[in-house]
C-alpha cells in the first residue's frame, strides 16, 4: 500500500490523457476527405476499442500460456478477466462500427470482411466464457479453457490483422498500416488516434486489475464456504 | 506421468537398433505403433457398430435430400449457382461431421475407457491416431456423398484436382480441428450442445477457404493464396493439437 499516492496519480493521468483524446477527436483533428458529415470523427473511438479488444485477447492468450506453465489459479483468473473485458470492447467496435456503416454505406451490416472478422472473435470468446460454465472442476476448467484460449491466440492475429487485408474487396477504410506498410492520415489524426488508442490500453489494463481482484474475492469467498 | 515412463525407460537405453542404423529411432517407432494402434481400436470399435458411420452418412444423405428437394438440379439459377452450392456441399459436410465427429472422445469418457487410454499411449499418439481416424471417417462420408451431390445436382467439376484438393485438405482440417475440440468439450458438461459452439469459430475459416477452393473446382473463380492458407490452416492446427492436446488429455 506503499504505492497508494502514486497509484491515484496514474489513474488521474489517465482521466485527463483520456480527456484529452476526446477534446482532440472533436475539437483538434480535421475531417477525414470523403466522409459523410462529421462521421470520420467515429474513427478516434472505434479504432482504439477494436485495439483494445485484440490487446485484451492478445494478453488472455498470454496468461494462458503462463497458466499452462505455471498453473497458478491467478493466471487463470487474469486470462478469464482478460476475455470478459475484451468481448466488451470488441461489440463495442463492433457497435460503432455498425454505427458508422449506417451513416456511409447505408446499412448497418454488409458481411464486410472486418465485419466477419469481428463476428467470429465475438463467437470464439463467447465460446471461451460458455466452457467455463460447463467445467465444474476449478482445475479442470481452468487448464481446458487455457488450451482453448491458446488456440486463439493461433487465430486472432489472422482474424484481426490477415483476413481483412487478404480479402480482395472491402469498403472498410484502410488500415492505418495498412498492405503496402505505409501510413497514410493527416498528422494531427494521426496524434489524437494514438491518444486515445494509448489511453485505451492502459484504460484496459485497469479495469482488468480490478475484475482480476474481483475474481480473486469472489473465488477466496467460494472456498470459504465450502470449509465452513 | 505413467504412460511416458516406458518411453522413458526406452530412450535412457540406448537401443541396438540405433546401433545397427536403423532409419528410426526407437521411441519414434513405439509412437507411431501407439498411434496406429489407436486408429486401429477406433475403427474395429466402429465397424462392431457402426454407430459414428451411419450416423455421420445418414446425416449428410438426409440433408443433401433435403438441399436437392429445396433446390433440385434446376431451382438455382444458372448464374447463382456457383455461388450456393459449393456452399451448401460443405455445410452439409460440417454438420455431419459435428454429428458424428466429436463421439471420438464422448464414447471413451462415457464408456470410463478414456483412463485405460491414458496409460497406454502417449498423449500425442492417442492425438494422431484419433485424427487419423476422423479423418478416415470423413474421407469415407466425403466418397460416398460428394460423387452424389455432384450428380444429384448436376454440378460440372472442371477442375477435378482442386475439389480433391479441397476434399482431402479441407477433411483433414475437419478433422484436426474436431478432435482437439472434441477432446475439450467431452471433458464438460453438456458434451454434444458445447462442441458446435466451441468448434464453429475456429472451423469457419476453415470452411470459407475450402467453399472458395471448391467453387474455383466446379469452374468459379478463386482468389490467391487459397490453397496455400489451406495447407497452412492444417499445419497450424495440427502443430496446435500435437502440442496442446496432451494439456487436455492429461488431467
Request: proline share 5%.
Amino acid at each position: 500500500m506503499a504505492l497508494k499516492p502514486l497509484s491515484l496519480a496514474w489513474r488521474w493521468a489517465l482521466w485527463v490523457w483520456i480527456a484529452l483524446a476526446i477534446a482532440g477527436a472533436f475539437f483538434y483533428a480535421p475531417l477525414a476527405k470523403d466522409f459523410i458529415g462529421q462521421s470520420s470523427r467515429i474513427l478516434f473511438f472505434h479504432v482504439p476499442m477494436a485495439w483494445a479488444s485484440f490487446v485484451a485477447f492478445l494478453a488472455a492468450g498470454v496468461w494462458s500460456v503462463v497458466y499452462l506453465w505455471k498453473r497458478q489459479p491467478d493466471h487463470d483468473r487474469a486470462a478469464a478477466a482478460a476475455v470478459e473485458l475484451g468481448l466488451v470492447f470488441a461489440v463495442l467496435a463492433t457497435l460503432t462500427g455498425a454505427m458508422w456503416a449506417k451513416v456511409m454505406w447505408h446499412a448497418w451490416w454488409n458481411w464486410d470482411p472486418r465485419q466477419m472478422s469481428i463476428v467470429i472473435a465475438l463467437a470464439f470468446y463467447g465460446a471461451y466464457l460458455v466452457l467455463r460454465g460447463g467445467v465444474e472442476d476449478p482445475e479442470a476448467r481452468a487448464r481446458l479453457c487455457a488450451v482453448y484460449a491458446v488456440i486463439g491466440l493461433v487465430v486472432a492475429p489472422y482474424l484481426y490483422f490477415v483476413m481483412p487485408r487478404q480479402a480482395e474487396f472491402s469498403l472498410h477504410p484502410q488500415p492505418v498500416v495498412n498492405a503496402a506498410a505505409k501510413v497514410e492520415m493527416n498528422s494531427r489524426m494521426l496524434q489524437v488516434l494514438i491518444t486515445s488508442s494509448l489511453g485505451f490500453t492502459v484504460f484496459f489494463f485497469w479495469v482488468h486489475g480490478l475484475r482480476r481482484r474481483l475474481l480473486r474475492l469472489a473465488d477466496r469467498r467460494a472456498e470459504g464456504s465450502v470449509t465452513a | 506421468m505413467s504412460a511416458d515412463a516406458p518411453a522413458r525407460v526406452e530412450a535412457a537405453a540406448p537401443s541396438a537398433s540405433a546401433a545397427a542404423g536403423a532409419p528410426a529411432s526407437a521411441p519414434a517407432r513405439r509412437w507411431l505403433a501407439e498411434a496406429a494402434a489407436v486408429f486401429a481400436k477406433d475403427w474395429l470399435a466402429e465397424l462392431r457398430s457402426r454407430h459414428a458411420l451411419h450416423t455421420l452418412l445418414l446425416f449428410a444423405v438426409t440433408t443433401l435430400i433435403t438441399v436437392s428437394v429445396a433446390l433440385g438440379p434446376l431451382g438455382v439459377s444458372s448464374s447463382e449457382r456457383l455461388a450456393v452450392l459449393p456452399a451448401l456441399l460443405w455445410v452439409i459436410l460440417l454438420f455431419a461431421a459435428a454429428a458424428g465427429l466429436p463421439r471420438a472422445f464422448v464414447h471413451e469418457e462415457e464408456t470410463h475407457t478414456a483412463t485405460a487410454l491414458r496409460l497406454a499411449a502417449t498423449p500425442s499418439a492417442v492425438f494422431a491416431g484419433k485424427v487419423a481416424y476422423s479423418a478416415s471417417l470423413l474421407f469415407a462420408v466425403e466418397l460416398l456423398l460428394v460423387p452424389l451431390y455432384v450428380a444429384v445436382m448436376q454440378l460440372p467439376v472442371p477442375a477435378l484436382a482442386d475439389l480433391l484438393l479441397a476434399l482431402v485438405a479441407g477433411g483433414f482440417g475437419l478433422a484436426l480441428a474436431s478432435t482437439l475440440l472434441a477432446a475439450i468439450a467431452a471433458q464438460a458438461q453438456g458434451r454434444a450442445a458445447l462442441f458446435p459452439i466451441l468448434a464453429f469459430p475456429i472451423l469457419l475459416p476453415l470452411l470459407l477457404l475450402a467453399i472458395e477452393l471448391t467453387r474455383g473446382a466446379v469452374g468459379g473463380a478463386v482468389g490467391d493464396g487459397v490453397v496455400a492458407n489451406l495447407v497452412l490452416y492444417d499445419a497450424t492446427m495440427a502443430v496446435a493439437g500435437l502440442m496442446l492436446f496432451p494439456l487436455v488429455w492429461n488431467p
